[in-house]
T-cell receptor
């Protein structure tokens, strides 16, 4: 299956700490994307990393990609209460181009 | 652009009734996705279109589900007849090829 699997399923930390979420997948990919979903809302795109890239940054977000291990990580530094949400990784496989498949997500709670 | 627009936002219907969900993608995007989200199954890809053509409908759960994209600015997902187990949040998303997806706010469907 192409589907990504996030780890952990739930994460609770104190405000100001860093949060790390991981994503593993099974088939070769064109790119991997991270999204955030606030309760009851649609998903919002955070970062896209292509298969030939190893790391990308956006503000307090850092994403790494290890294609040899078929895994990615999302790091949120200096977390804030507003970062409380569910985070999903999505993979676009090489086969069946443009099919974007999501994992089960990590529920992140930032405690004030 | 107003983003991806879905209607209705909420739908409550009785078992056996026909339900039609609507989506207006972002102008210029050539890929459109329909997803279903439940607590038990997470975010499932139902079908996706490329240039208005259905490319992969392997996620459509049963023949009761059908989707159309008559033009680049409109898509529908129809359930006929609806069943209580179809209750979920249905998302539409659009994007340019191999780029990030933009999601609508979703339609919360309740079948009683």
């Amino acid at each position: 299956s192409q589907q990504g699997e996030e780890d952990p399923q739930a994460l609770s930390i104190q405000e100001g700490e860093n949060a790390t979420m991981n994503c593993s997948y099974k088939t070769s990919i064109n790119n991997l994307q991270w999204y955030r979903q606030n309760s009851g809302r649609g998903l919002v795109h955070l970062i896209l990393i292509r298969s030939n890239e190893r790391e990308k940054h956006s503000g307090r977000l850092r994403v790494t990609l290890d294609t040899s291990k078929k895994s990615s990580s999302l790091l949120i530094t200096a977390s804030r209460a507003a970062d409380t949400a569910s985070y999903f990784c999505a993979t676009e496989g090489i086969q069946g181009a443009q099919k974007l498949v999501f994992g089960q997500g990590t529920r992140l709670t930032i405690n004030p | 652009d107003a983003g991806v627009i879905q209607s209705p936002r909420h739908e409550v219907t009785e078992m056996g009734q026909e339900v039609t969900l609507r989506c207006k993608p972002i102008s210029g995007h050539n890929s459109l996705f329909w997803y279903r989200q439940t607590m038990m199954r997470g975010l499932e890809l139902l079908i996706y279109f490329n240039n208005n053509v259905p490319i992969d409908d392997s996620g459509m759960p049963e023949d009761r589900f059908s989707a159309k994209m008559p033009n680049a600015s409109f898509s529908t997902l129809k359930i006929q007849p609806s069943e209580p187990r179809d209750s979920a949040v249905y998302f539409c998303a659009s994007r340019h090829v191999r780029e990030e997806a933009f999601f609508g706010q979703g339609t919360r469907l309740t079948v009683v």
